[in-house]
T-cell receptor, first 114, second 111 residues
Framework: SAVISQKPSRDICQRGTSLTIQCQVDSQVTMMFWYRQQPGQSLTLIATANQGSEATYESGFVIDKFPISRPNLTFSTLTVSNMSPEDSSIYLC???????????FGQGTRLTVV | GENVEQHPSTLSVQEGDSAVIKCTYSDSASNYFPWYKQELGKGPQLIIDIRSNVGEKKDQRIAVTLNKTAKHFSLHITETQPEDSAVYFCAANTGFQKLVFGTGTRLLVSP
């Protein structure tokens, strides 16, 4: 399985500010996804990070709030913009390879907005 | 779109007992069904998966069964141990390699 590193692992941020989360994979992967997991809840897909082009967002998520970059096949960033306490969640990076259907997750970024 | 329901939301068992978690899905086109274990403060870990061309898959104490006709699949853990305590999520794929997750089951195994 791929080794996925997310940074930061946790952060406490002031409302109105932005936080960029990094996801680094130890091998080239086809698909990279960003998920949100609100406290005590399930995982909700935010968007698919597309290499070299704009991300594909799920219903309820917009680029202005969650801009995503994916400059190459091993790295992606998710920015949570203009944060409010409702953005307090765990944000997870997930990857899939070209040859396998399995999806693997990073350890997550625990964000608290105060 | 795909909808995945998961039951129960919490499950308490004694060490050594078996645990069963059930999920149903709505999209008949789904053909891949993974199960994840999430421990406190960690990301979800893939523990077993099943594809629609088989009805059962086993890996040591863990097994998954799939009933395509009824659109449900289940996770079975035998001889449970305290380290099995975690939140378990089922999922089903959609047509674009995305996963839709169930609501999670908090499993507590008491010594």
């Amino acid at each position: 399985s791929a080794v996925i590193s997310q940074k930061p692992s946790r952060d406490i941020c002031q409302r109105g500010t932005s936080l960029t989360i990094q996801c680094q994979v130890d091998s080239q992967v086809t698909m990279m996804f960003w998920y949100r997991q609100q406290p005590g809840q399930s995982l909700t897909l935010i968007a698919t990070a597309n290499q070299g082009s704009e991300a594909t967002y799920e219903s309820g998520f917009v680029i202005d709030k969650f801009p995503i970059s994916r400059p190459n096949l091993t790295f992606s960033t998710l920015t949570v913009s203009n944060m409010s306490p409702e953005d307090s969640s765990i944000y997870l990076c997930s990857v899939q390879t070209a040859t396998r259907t399995e999806a693997f997750f990073g350890q997550g970024t625990r964000l608290t907005v105060v | 779109g795909e909808n995945v329901e998961q039951h129960p939301s919490t499950l308490s068992v004694q060490e050594g007992d078996s645990a069963v978690i059930k999920c149903t899905y709505s999209d008949s086109a789904s053909n891949y069904f993974p199960w994840y274990k999430q421990e406190l403060g960690k990301g979800p870990q893939l523990i077993i998966d099943i594809r629609s061309n088989v009805g059962e898959k086993k890996d040591q104490r863990i097994a998954v069964t799939l009933n395509k006709t009824a659109k449900h699949f289940s996770l079975h853990i035998t001889e449970t141990q305290p380290e099995d305590s975690a939140v378990y999520f089922c999922a089903a794929n959609t047509g674009f390699q995305k996963l839709v997750f169930g609501t999670g089951t908090r499993l507590l195994v008491s010594p």
